[in-house]
Nanobody
Framework: VQLQASGGGLVQAGGSLRLSCIAS????????MGWFRQAPGKEREFVAG????????YYAPSMRDRFTISRDDAKNTIYLEMNSLKPEDTAVYYC?????????????????WGQGTLVTVSS
């Protein structure tokens, strides 16, 4: 499985961005996908997750009201719509895919990772 994330950039506080992640390869093995982020000097943290069907979504509590994860199976793509962005949202955002079914918010619960896309929110 290969994952390619895109859509990052520079945005002012209060603005919005939509990240995309295209999956390729043996995508039939994927049961879950998700987004993580890593801010400078901090550990990578869970942002949002999505089940294979798309019916179940999971969010980190601080992002639940501002971020939306979704998928387009026809395009083998997941998205992260980010609204009301804050300077503290500045980070490299990574998409990830898991072959195991149980939901996980830790890095070890995912098997494949994209290269990351940088989001910078200016104050």
């Amino acid at each position: 499985v290969q994952l390619q994330a895109s859509g990052g950039g520079l945005v002012q506080a209060g603005g919005s961005l939509r990240l995309s992640c295209i999956a390729s390869g043996t995508i039939f093995s994927i049961n879950r996908m998700g987004w993580f982020r890593q801010a400078p000097g901090k550990e990578r943290e869970f942002v949002a997750g999505l089940s294979k069907s798309g019916k179940s979504t999971y969010y980190a509590p601080s992002m639940r009201d501002r971020f939306t994860i979704s998928r387009d199976d026809a395009k083998n793509t997941i998205y992260l719509e980010m609204n009301s962005l804050k300077p503290e949202d500045t980070a490299v955002y990574y998409c990830a895919a898991a072959t195991r079914r149980p939901h996980s918010t830790v890095e070890g619960g995912y098997d494949y990772w994209g290269q990351g896309t940088l989001v910078t929110v200016s104050s």
